[in-house]
């Protein structure tokens, strides 16, 4: 099982670059209340934090398969990516929302009056400081993203819980094999939610 560790964290961490990327977009879009963008943007938070991660997965991987053919060839563990990425997007987009509107509208304002764009003021203002703020809230979107990443073994990908899955149903000793793979994920999560810590802690002395 700890083999495909490795698998876990690769699938973990390129989740939460390529859905913390896409959440900066969303997040813009919607503060920016660019016209026809922004009510897309809040339907698509709105079906990704409203439907079940599973159902996501088998939607992609087993449903729109019929209907797209070239989504045949997509492989399980970028399906995976996919889901993931674009369900953690939809939280994190919420959580670097709620950070820029909890900057004091007069520092915009302040931008504004001095000749800076709404872009300019975000970048060089605004998201700044927002980020800092939201720092714990995507901590914990990274701590989920990595126990979420154990439902990927239900579309094929062969990761830690999967491997799981494979010795527990060959040995038949299902409470071994299950015990170790939640003390290995407590493990992990332990590690991250030891650094999030010491990140806060740092950031707190500024």
């Known amino acids: 099982m700890m083999q495909y560790l490795k698998v876990t964290l690769l699938l973990s961490v390129l989740t939460m670059i390529i859905g913390l990327i896409i959440a900066f977009i969303i997040s813009l879009i919607i503060d920016a209340r660019i016209t026809f963008l922004s009510p897309l943007m809040k339907i698509y ?47 994190m987009s919420e959580a670097i929302r709620g950070a820029i509107m909890g900057i004091d509208k007069g520092q915009m304002e302040a931008c504004m009056s001095i000749g800076m764009t709404y872009w300019q003021a975000m970048r060089r203002i605004i998201l700044p400081q927002a980020i800092r703020t939201a720092i714990p809230a995507l901590s914990n979107s ?33 409470l071994e094999a299950f015990v170790v793979i939640i003390l290995v994920y407590w493990l992990i999560i332990s590690v991250l939610t030891y650094m999030q810590d010491k990140l806060e802690l740092r950031l707190n002395q500024y």
């Open 45 to 91: 938070v709105s079906f990704f934090r409203g439907t079940p991660l599973l159902a996501q997965l088998f939607l992609l991987y087993f449903g729109l398969a019929q209907v797209i053919p070239v989504l045949l060839k997509l492989s399980a563990f970028n399906a995976a990516l996919i889901v993931l990425s674009l369900n953690s997007a939809a939280f």
């Open 142 to 174: 990274f701590i989920n993203i990595v126990k979420s990443s154990s439902l990927a073994y239900t579309i094929g990908v062969t990761e830690m819980m999967a491997m799981a899955q494979l010795e527990a149903a060959s040995s038949y000793r299902y």
